[in-house]
Every structure is written in structure tokens, then in C-alpha cells.
Antibody
Framework: QVQLQESGPGLVKPSGTLSLSCTVSGASISSNYWWSWVRQPPGKGLEWIGE???????IYSSSLRSRVTISLDKSKNQFSLNLISVTAADTAVYYC?????????????WGQGTTVTVS | DIVMTQSPISLPVTPGEPASISCRSSQSLLSSNGYNYLEWYLQKPGQSPQLLIYLGSNRASGVPDRFSGSGSGTDFTLEISRVEAEDVGVYYCLQDLQTPYTFGQGTKLEIK
């Protein structure tokens, strides 16, 4: 059974860098999947942040592209999210998710989410 | 970016009654391969989102058959034939035709 677990600081100072990791268990991150990050500001809806392939190809949301980096660490079976120059608007629950082929249902496994507050 | 618009925003439903949620996209989600790249997710209170429907009308594994998806192009609907108490939460549509993928703003289903 595949499980994803987010980890990282719960509090980040304004103008600082938000850094989160997602540890994958029950499957190899080198499997033929993409891996995504999604966030949810308090009381608001879901926002797709970006994705990374097993080869390291990345695609980001238009609104965050200038500040975000997603990377893979195959040795740790993890992928990570870095968001620079954060403001209070980046306060959210951050989810990592496994991304399958769209033809079979894309985001089929999600982490439990981790809350990050910018203050 | 493709903009996704859901309605209603809030949906109070009596148990046993049907429910319907609409999702519209700013451009067609119908690909040249004949597939509509539209998914539905449910986020139950305090939980992570879970996949319900993909390709507009295909139920994900383990999803009860009271859930159904329909539509094509820019107009899609999620229907629940008989709402149960466990169906409460926020429903989101997601377009995965092209990146950046985009979600609708969500529809909160609550029990009357």
C-alpha cells in the first residue's frame, strides 16, 4: 500500500523559504509516475502547485512559477517543494500526491497534508 | 490557464435525496482522442481529497455506484443518486487536459 507523508517546518518567516519533503513508502519514487504538490489556504479551495517526473522534468502553476522548485531525491525516496519569498498568502495546508496517467485517474494517493504558517 | 467554475457553492441535501453539482470550464476539455479530461474529488471534513471520477464519467476504484459523472466539452455534472451522511464534504472538479491543472472553487455538500 502506497503512502505519502509530508514533513517540514510549520512556521516560516515572511520573505523566507518554505521547504517541504514528501516521503513515499510502499513504492519506489523511480516508478513510472509523476509526483505533485497541492495546497489549500485556510477555508479555501485546492490549488495545484506543480509536478515532477521520475526523470526530473518539472511543470509549475502559472502563479507560482517564479518562486517554486520541485525536486526528487531518489536515494531517500522523497520529493521536495521549495517556495521562496513567502508571504502570508502562502499560509496553507500543503499536500503531496502521486500522479498517475490521466486515463486511469490522476491524483490517486495523497498525503495527510502539513500546515505551514507564514508569520 | 483553464478556469473551472462550480455551482452551487453550497448544497444542503436531505438524506436519501439526489444531489447534483455543475462544473464548467473556460475551454473544452474534450481531447482529440475522445476523452474528456475532467476529474471529481471529494474532501471529507478533516481529510485529504480523494478521487471519485476520472475522464468525466469513470468511477475510481471503491467509489459507490450512487456517484456518477457526465458531460462533455465544457459542461460537466456530478450526481449522487441518494445522498448518505458519509457524503458530506467539499466536492472539487479538476481539469487535467493541460498544465497547469486547475481546480474548481469547490461545492460544500451538507446534510439538512
Amino acid at each position: 500500500q502506497v503512502q505519502l507523508q509530508e514533513s517540514g517546518p510549520g512556521l516560516v518567516k515572511p520573505s523566507g523559504t518554505l521547504s517541504l519533503s514528501c516521503t513515499v513508502s510502499g513504492a519506489s519514487i523511480s516508478s513510472n509516475y509523476w509526483w505533485s504538490w497541492v495546497r489549500q489556504p485556510p477555508g479555501k479551495g485546492l490549488e495545484w502547485i506543480g509536478e515532477i517526473s521520475l526523470s526530473g522534468t518539472t511543470i509549475y502553476s502559472s502563479s507560482l512559477r517564479s518562486r517554486v522548485t520541485i525536486s526528487l531525491d531518489k536515494s531517500k525516496n522523497q520529493f521536495s517543494l521549495n517556495l521562496i519569498s513567502v508571504t502570508a498568502a502562502d499560509t496553507a495546508v500543503y499536500y503531496c500526491a502521486r500522479e498517475r496517467l490521466r486515463e486511469v485517474g490522476m491524483l490517486d494517493v495523497w498525503g495527510q497534508g502539513t500546515t505551514v504558517t507564514v508569520s | 490557464d483553464i478556469v473551472m467554475t462550480q455551482s452551487p457553492i453550497s448544497l444542503p441535501v436531505t438524506p436519501g435525496e439526489p444531489a447534483s453539482i455543475s462544473c464548467r470550464s473556460s475551454q473544452s476539455l474534450l481531447s482529440s482522442n475522445g476523452y474528456n479530461y475532467l476529474e471529481w474529488y471529494l474532501q471529507k471534513p478533516g481529510q485529504s481529497p480523494q478521487l471519485l471520477i476520472y475522464l468525466g464519467s469513470n468511477r475510481a476504484s471503491g467509489v459507490p455506484d450512487r456517484f456518477s459523472g457526465s458531460g462533455s466539452g465544457t459542461d460537466f455534472t456530478l450526481e449522487i443518486s441518494r445522498v448518505e451522511a458519509e457524503d458530506v464534504g467539499v466536492y472539487y472538479c479538476l481539469q487535467d487536459l493541460q498544465t497547469p491543472y486547475t481546480f474548481g472553487q469547490g461545492t460544500k455538500l451538507e446534510i439538512k
